[in-house]
């Protein structure tokens, strides 16, 4: 008898995979400043290089686009994830993390911009 592992998908919102030049960056420090990999609603992933202290206090990240206007600050969030990805995945002598965030709650203004970036700066479902 052969089992089966079924996978049940645990996110409310689609994923969405950013554009080129897409990055997260967290407040107040800035030690965690990544591409953004996919974004939802609810929340985004990005990698980031390891670099100094990884002490991980902070609650608010920035979303910005480089060589475009766009950026949204101060967007509260909670780490669900935040993992080495292995060196064949990630070349180069710098070690690489994958961290996943879910948003906090978000003021009218945050929420109109995040649909905005969605809507503009994304390329596929992901």
């Known amino acids: 008898m052969t089992s089966r592992i079924e996978v049940v998908e645990r996110r409310r919102h689609n994923r969405f995979q950013a ?24 929340g985004l992933a990005f990698r980031y290089m390891i670099s100094g202290s990884q002490e991980d206090t902070s609650s608010e990240l920035d ?40 948003f906090g709650e978000l003021t009218q203004m945050q929420i109109l911009k995040l649909k905005e970036f969605i809507l503009n700066h994304t390329v596929v479902e992901a």
């Open 19 to 42: 554009e080129e030049g897409a990055y997260a960056a967290v407040r107040p420090q800035y030690d965690k400043i990544g591409q953004i990999i996919d974004v939802s609603r609810g």
């Open 63 to 102: 979303i910005f686009l480089i060589g475009d206007g766009f950026h949204l600050d101060k967007v509260p969030f909670q780490t669900v994830s935040d993992e080495g990805i292995p060196e064949r995945l990630s070349p180069g002598s710098q070690k690489m993390r994958r961290c996943g965030v879910q």
